[in-house]
């Protein structure tokens, strides 16, 4: 089988693919027309397909002969990033875009499945073609409760991510863990409005929240060894109503990244000093 060369003679295809996916970009767990244009394509190959997890799509090809099975994985959602480019294929959805590859990861599972369609025959064991939703908010959990490993069972699973970083036509393989795990948290802290003449009558939440920016630092560069990447990062801060009164509370959102050779137990110690530095502060500032 010259694989190469089918691929090669689907370039056409699968820059149109990526491209209209691109085009098109749809949230976590609202990549509806995403996910229609995906069961039409594998349905017209032959792949038995089925949804799962609310936009998730299963495709599930058999071979002609007994044997285990693999899981090919692509990922869905787009981003709430408004698209700047200057492209023939910008995306048409405002504050919406492909801004992490998957366009390009969807489209080149699409051709793979194309492709293994083909020699269904020769394949010994089956091929799930797995399209995750939201999985920038861990999608892959409700597919997993749903059972997409299983019926048939799953024996080995492959993903793959495109990496700007890496040259073209390069693939990166590393032993063990390449990707941190996530957390991701919500924070509210509430304080007593106020007029900005007398912050003494109130209680400020905008400087709580600011220590707690500054200070959650120290527990990835204090207390947790170079040789354990943690990154603590805070992707929102919104509070207040207007420039001369002091708000009734703030709210904060961000994520956690961490990369642990024992995760469960070390995950739950860098959780209670999250937990610990943040109550510290509101102690300290009456929050």
């Known amino acids: ?18 491209r ?18 995906i069961i039409k394509y594998l349905t017209e190959i032959g792949i038995k397909v089925k949804k799962v997890a609310k936009t998730g799509v299963v495709g599930l090809l058999e071979g002609g002969m007994p044997g285990g099975t693999v899981l090919l994985r692509a990922d869905m959602d ?32 699409l051709i793979a499945a194309k492709i293994l369609s083909r020699h269904r025959d020769r394949l010994k064991g089956q091929v799930k073609f797995v399209f995750q939703p939201n999985e920038e908010t861990a999608g ?15 024996d080995a699973a492959f993903g793959i991510h495109l990496w700007t970083p890496l040259p073209t036509g390069a693939i990166g393989i590393v032993a063990g863990p390449i990707m ?17 003449s007398a912050p003494e009558n109130a209680v400020d939440p905008i400087i709580a929240a ?12 204090r207390e947790v060894s170079a040789l354990a990447p943690t990154v603590i990062m805070f992707g ?9 009164i002091i708000a009734e509370q703030v709210e904060l959102g961000g994520t956690i990244r961490f990369l642990y050779e024992n995760e469960d137990q070390e995950k739950e110690v860098l959780k209670e000093r999250f937990e610990r530095v943040i109550a510290g502060i509101c102690q300290a500032t009456r929050t």
């Open 236 to 244: 929102k801060i919104r509070g207040g109503t207007g420039r001369n």
């Open 180 to 196: 941190a795990a996530n957390e991701e948290f919500e924070l509210k802290i509430f304080g007593k409005g106020g007029h900005t």
């Open 140 to 154: 892959a959990l409700d597919m997993i409760k749903e059972g997409v490993l299983n019926d048939p069972q799953v």
């Open 210 to 221: 600011s220590i707690v920016v500054q200070t959650i630092q120290t527990i990835q560069t």
């Open 20 to 37: 209209d996916f691109h085009q098109n970009p749809e949230l976590g767990y609202e990549e509806f027309l995403t996910s229609q244009k």
């Open 78 to 109: 787009a981003l709430a990033i408004q698209e700047m480019n200057d492209v023939s294929y910008k995306s048409l959805k405002e504050g919406k875009m492909h801004a992490c590859g998957h366009d390009g990861h969807m489209a080149m599972l």
């Open 1 to 18: 089988m010259d694989f190469r060369n089918e691929v090669l003679h689907l370039r056409d295809e699968l820059v149109f693919l990526r």
